[in-house]
């Protein structure tokens, strides 16, 4: 299943925006061989492991990372950039863990945003970071989810920040009539995600985490002194972090794999549009994005593209005709830009659980993974890698703290997992219709 995944996901980022803008270093890290030891082996060189890594080494902890391809190669180096305050169903995280858990987690979701910029200025990446967010309603019935989602977060949850954007201010806002209304998040924004990976595994080297690339992960032997095996080398350890989230199928323990979903979404971009031009279309250059169950993201690239995303499906379809379908959205969101030629078209597959809610644990004593962010990882997964450096040094209360959240597994198993949750995802297309 996740060799399936890797052949599809590397189709789809070979026309990637991201990687055409970005610098990678002229070498890739070495491949593992031979055996190696390390305090902790963190598996992935995305943002949850990176961050991992990062604080692991500022407790003078010895690690090792390792990557299948290499930093940034899934979804951490291919998202909509989207940095977030909050989840992707902060209602469960009420329901799970009641008004004060809630509000404890949206007040982690907002260290997790300030992580990001202090790990920007720290470390000097430059990823085109701007703030500010929208999130809006296109139909009638979403504008009570939208106001009661905001009086939540504002009453309940402790996030006093949000703004009402009524229909009228909507028109100012985004060049559009098909918003009815949106909320305003000030502290939230973008940047390009493959930058910002690039400038952790960039830091991690400096700080002297030692990265490994095409060095794809086969088996992990637990126990008390834990060995990593890949396909040429081994490390032994006394601490496991696995943070490949969605392709980490084969590695996990099956009651683990089976709690996420890999769903393949997609984006395009423009060509440049003029700094003009795009300053028209959403002001401020916030980040766009709707509150329906398949909802379209948008925002305006710092060379003055409009980047473009949607289309969740399991089965990570042919890029050429995805192109196309996300073209044709944007159109229907952005008229004006029907004679707008589009130069890049790539995706990637995110880890999403049943209910929406981030997956954190352990294993064993010695052995932590992070998975499910559902969308929301680009802050997330800044605090998810400082709570498994805690747990490793011995403060468990972040993690914990997750870990009360419960999560059901996807049905079918690893070959019908997909089946199945293409007929649950055409129900919630339906119920949107009706």
Request: glycine share 10%; net charge positive; aromatic share 8%.
């Amino acid at each position: 299943m996740t060799s399936l995944l890797d052949r599809r996901a590397d189709e789809l980022i070979r026309n990637s925006y991201y990687e055409a803008t970005a610098v990678r270093p002229l070498v890739d890290d070495p491949v593992l061989e031979g055996t190696l030891d390390a305090d902790v082996c963190v598996i992935g060189a995305g943002f949850s492991g990176l961050s991992v890594a990062l604080e692991c080494r500022a407790r003078g902890l010895s690690v090792i990372v390792l990557d299948a391809h290499r930093p940034g190669w899934g979804a951490s180096g291919r998202n909509g950039g989207q940095m977030l305050v909050g989840f992707a169903k902060d209602e469960v995280l009420e329901h799970q863990l009641g008004t004060d858990g809630a509000r404890a987690a949206w007040a982690l979701s907002v260290e997790g945003v300030e992580l990001v910029r202090e790990r920007i200025e720290r470390y000097g990446i430059a990823c085109d970071f701007t703030q500010g967010y929208l999130t809006v309603a296109t139909r009638k019935k979403r504008i009570a989810d939208l106001r009661a989602w905001m009086d939540a977060a504002t009453t309940r949850w402790g996030y006093p920040y949000l703004q009402w954007i009524d229909h009228d201010a909507i028109r100012t806002r985004i060049a559009s009539r098909r918003y009815l209304a949106g909320v305003f998040d000030p502290l939230s924004g973008h940047l390009h995600p493959l930058k910002y990976c690039l400038g952790l595994a960039q830091a991690a080297r400096r700080e002297g985490a030692r990265l490994f690339a095409h060095s794809p992960v086969v088996e992990v032997v637990r126990g008390a002194q834990p060995v990593v095996r890949t396909t040429a080398g081994a490390v032994r350890c006394r601490f496991v972090a696995a943070c490949g989230n969605a392709t980490l199928g084969d590695v996990l323990p099956s009651a683990i794999a089976a709690r996420i979903a890999p769903i393949a979404s997609y984006i395009v971009a423009t060509e440049p549009l003029g700094e003009t031009c795009a300053d028209a279309l959403i002001a401020g250059r916030a980040a766009v994005c709707d509150n329906n169950f398949f909802l379209d993201y948008f925002r305006v690239s710092a060379d003055h593209r409009v980047l473009f995303g949607g289309r969740a499906t399991s089965t990570g379809a042919a890029s050429a005709r995805l192109t196309e379908a996300i073209r044709t959205r944007m159109v229907h969101v952005f008229p004006q830009l029907a004679g707008a030629r589009i130069e890049y078209g790539w995706g990637g597959f995110v880890d999403v659980t049943r209910n929406r809610a981030p997956d954190f644990g352990a294993i064993d004593p010695n052995y932590f993974y992070v998975q499910g962010f559902s969308g929301h990882g680009v802050a997330l997964t800044g605090i998810a890698g400082r709570a498994v450096a805690q747990a490793i040094a011995g403060d468990h209360a972040t993690l914990d703290a997750f870990a009360r959240i419960r999560h059901a597994r996807f049905p079918g198993g690893p070959g019908l997992r997909g089946p199945a949750l293409e007929l649950g995802m055409l129900y919630h297309r339906i119920r949107e219709l009706v």
